[in-house]
């Protein structure tokens, strides 16, 4: 199978590099004790059964006893505790295993992981490419992890072997013909193919050069290939992902220090345009900060429908009454370079839209990604179109952006908004260790109800991620984790010609 | 001046050039805003400030920039470019992967635009005010004018898309699987598309100048003696006014292959042509500055090679270079 992709992987080592470019082959190099479905439940990978202990302390994994490392190593206890270790000091996702206090290895198949507190999303952390188990004896062999000559070829116990890794151009994953699950993977060879032009990647499938291109979002470009009748086109496997856009407030910043400012801005915004019009109907609208297809999502979220009347009695309200030029207040808005339409397509909507509410919106380029990651990181900025995704549980993707503590200068998707409300940071960390989930769903849907009214975010819409595959291929990843979780099952329906 | 001492001083002002180029790049790309850190944290979906201290420290940039100037310039008088800070290889072997493509591309190109060029000029030149040389001259300046990404675009559209015979899909196809002769076929097969469009540029000057040439010496007296010996028009063409009508498409070819090797950086990127052109497109992007400086160092030593090149052939084509003149 040829799958081509725009993102470029650093390496290949998950444990310690976070992002869609090492998930997707790092997923078939490596394995994880957990796998999930399509509806949220985890399911047997290394680990053949797992138990939670009754006050959420502990959970122990009972690994499976034919798992062998590429190398022909066995996967041990051993290696779970130290991909688990090493993920906890090296990945930057550091609310996955901080609870981890002490990991213990009884025997060689079984490991139990210790808590500080309870930790609800631990399963979760522990599949697709959040938790590779990497073998100790490889990249335990005190070189620095981060930079380990392994990372860019890597033996894992996963359905893929790595034949070749060209940096920038193609990664050639090869059956790994002592897989422990008997029988798979399906494949024999699937070839990554990566270019960092989008329409050479979407030409080179709709000729059949390719056959598998996944996390396509530009909407043109998916209901182009929709109409192809070679090709299927779905938006399943993209659930655990959660990719947000949405404009962002500097709250910190006069006058969308000001609630009231920003909920004039949520009013004069008519989100159905978005996601209708400039997005061809491809995008789902999003109004809160949990992906509307988490379990966690709160549908009593307010939806700032359109109302320009309302949004200009607002800002009249809050003082800033309208100038002779009709306007209010300036504000510039920023965007991420090379998001397409996604974000220099609204945010240039935004100028027009707001102007209607006496707004006056420079749209403020950035040439590159460094440049726009320090503007807003270093809080330079009045509004910013930003793309934030969920990873799954909204302790890993979401409560970063909402905690008081995660204000830190210089860090990208940290809470840049600077927002700060007490009640807040005391809901999202009770709902960090709530065991059971209702209690815990209960804390989300108060937390929605508050910074939807607080609105330091805009929420406007799910990123339409898609999966283009040739129909012959059966089994097409449709998980939450998508293509981020093994592809072992994914076989041809019929043999290519 | 002898050959040799010539080639000497060539070379010495080689070297001095490479390091200032060094020196005057290093500076260029560090004064850009945002930092390599931040690209990584970027693919990280972002990462702690602990982290991004590290990376700094671990790729020196916490240090003061002529120091790490210093530090740099040391590495490359050793041989050593560094390593990437996106990939974490080495610079050198991410760039030995690609400059094979490249220089394929660019000779291709050379080579096609060259002889075609040089031919279409030859004909134009016979009959200057007739309609082939009008064409010639009108399909020579749409060339020039048309910016190489557009052209590849174009011809994507039309050979890729609209007739898909020509494939998109880097220097070989990715199902692959045959021997060494069906490879080179292959290999021929992707790099048609590239090549002619990274040519076009260069066949549009090469025609336009050996047009010129051409009418020049057609005109001169030793043509018209040969004409009168009663030589073949094709010996007086190609053996008699070629041969000194060429001479300015060397000069002129030694000096675009600066801007060949800059054309291919556009072309790589539009066909996705695993040279290092496209690699010093997402370097620059990424601010990965030893990849970056590794690509340009690089690109200089291929220009300054090509020029050395170019004044050794232009002395083995002109005999009066060779003997000084007298």
């Known amino acids: 199978m040829v799958m081509v992709s725009t993102q470029v992987p650093r390496h290949l080592n998950p444990a310690v590099q976070s992002g869609i470019a090492t998930a997707v082959p790092g997923t078939q190099i490596f394995a994880s004790p957990l796998r999930y479905d399509a509806d949220w439940k985890p399911h047997p990978y290394l680990a053949e059964s797992w138990k939670v202990s009754e006050d959420g302390l502990s959970c122990t994994l009972n690994l499976v006893k034919n798992a062998k490392f590429h190398d022909g190593k066995p996967v041990t206890s051993d290696d779970v505790k130290f991909s688990i270790e090493t993920i906890k000091a090296h990945h930057p996702f550091k609310t996955m295993f ?21 930790h609800p999303a631990l399963l979760l952390c522990m599949s697709g490419a959040l938790c590779p188990i990497i073998p100790k004896h490889v990249f335990g062999d005190g070189q620095d992890i981060m930079n380990h000559p392994a990372n860019s070829n890597p033996v894992g116990s996963g359905p893929f072997k790595l034949t070749e890794f060209k940096a920038g151009e193609q990664i050639v994953l090869e059956k790994n013909p002592d897989f422990f699950i008997e029988g798979r993977p399906y494949l024999d060879k699937i070839v990554i193919r990566i270019s960092p032009d989008l329409s050479t990647v979407v030409l080179a499938t709709e000729n059949g050069q390719a056959d598998f291109l996944p996390w396509l979002a530009e909407s043109q470009y998916i209901t182009r290939l929709q109409k192809s009748d070679r090709l299927g086109v779905t938006d399943k496997g993209y659930a655990a992902v959660g990719p947000i856009n949405w404009l962002a407030f500097n709250t910190a910043k006069a006058p969308l220090d000001n609630k009231a400012v920003r909920q004039a801005i949520g009013y004069a915004i008519d989100r159905n345009f978005v996601t209708k019009a400039l997005l061809r109907g491809i995008a789902k609208a999003q109004r809160s900060p949990i992906i509307e297809s988490s379990p966690f999502f709160n549908p009593k979220m307010p939806s700032y429908g359109l109302d320009l009347d309302k949004a200009n009695a607002m800002l009249d309200e809050a003082g800033h009454k309208k100038g002779a030029d009709g306007m209010r207040f300036k504000l510039t808005i920023d965007y991420i370079p090379g998001g397409g339409e996604q974000q220099q397509g609204v945010a240039q909507y935004l100028k027009s839209q707001l102007k209607k509410a006496g707004i006056d919106i420079e749209v403020r380029a950035s040439p590159d990604f460094p440049t726009w990651a320090k503007r807003i990181s270093n809080y330079d900025f009045d509004l910013t179109m930003d793309e934030v995704y969920n990873w799954g549980d909204p302790v890993i993707g979401v409560h970063r952006t909402y905690l008081s503590s995660n204000i830190r200068k210089g860090v990208i998707w940290s809470n840049t908004q600077q927002y700060s409300n ?22 989300y849907d108060e937390f929605q109800m508050i910074v939807g009214d607080d609105l330091p975010i805009y929420w406007i819409n799910a990123l339409p991620y898609h999966t283009v595959y040739d129909k012959r291929l059966g089994n097409v990843p449709e998980s939450i984790w998508g293509s981020m979780q093994s592809m072992d099952e994914v076989y041809w329906k019929e043999k290519r010609s | 001046m002898g050959s040799t001492a010539y080639i000497a001083r060539r070379l010495l002002y080689g070297v001095i050039l ?32 602990k982290m991004l201290a590290e990376i700094r420290a671990n790729y020196g940039l916490d240090k003061p920039l002529l120091t790490q100037l210093a530090i740099y310039l040391g590495h490359v008088a050793h041989g050593d470019l560094g390593m990437s800070y996106y990939f974490n290889q080495p610079v050198i072997e991410l760039i030995a992967a690609r400059v094979g493509p490249t220089i394929l591309l660019v000779l291709a190109a050379q080579v096609f635009a060259i002889t075609t060029g040089v031919a279409m000029g030859v004909f134009a030149a016979r009959k200057p005010s007739g309609p082939l040389s009008a064409f010639i001259t009108v399909l020579s300046t749409i060339g020039y004018a048309s910016p190489v990404f557009w052209t590849g675009i174009m011809l994507i559209i039309l050979f890729a898309s609209i007739w898909p015979i020509f494939p998109v899909d880097g220097m070989t196809s990715a199902r692959f699987a045959g021997g060494y002769f069906a490879y080179i076929g292959d290999v021929l097969y992707h790099l048609a598309l590239p090549a002619f469009t990274l040519a076009i540029i260069f066949l549009a000057q090469y025609s336009r100048l050996s047009r010129a040439s051409m009418i020049d010496v057609l005109g001169a007296d030793y043509v018209r003696t040969a004409r009168a010996k009663g030589l073949s028009e094709t010996k007086v063409v190609f ?88």
């Open chain 1, 98 to 118: 901080e609870p981890v206090s002490s990991i213990e290895t009884p025997d060689e198949h079984t490991t139990v992981i210790r808590l500080a507190h309870p």
């Open chain 1, 422 to 443: 007490p009640k807040v940071d005391e809901l999202l960390n009770n709902a960090a260790v709530e065991k059971d989930l209702e209690k815990r769903k209960a804390f």
């Open chain 2, 18 to 49: 490479l390091v200032g180029v060094l020196v005057l790049n290093f500076f260029l790309i560090h004064a850009a805003p945002g930092d390599p850190a931040e690209t990584i944290a970027g693919v990280m979906g972002g990462a702690t400030a």
């Open chain 2, 239 to 326: 053996k008699h006014a070629l041969r000194n009508a060429v001479l300015p498409i060397i000069t002129v070819a030694g000096i675009q292959f600066g801007n060949l090797i800059s054309g291919a950086l556009l072309v790589e990127s539009v066909f996705n042509w695993p040279g290092m052109g496209r690699l010093a497109f997402d370097s620059v992007l990424r601010r990965d500055y030893p990849t970056l400086l590794g690509i340009l160092f690089f690109a200089a030593l291929m220009v300054i090679v090509a020029n050395l090149l170019t004044d050794l052939s232009y002395r083995f084509a002109d005999p009066r270079i060779r003997t000084g003149g007298r």
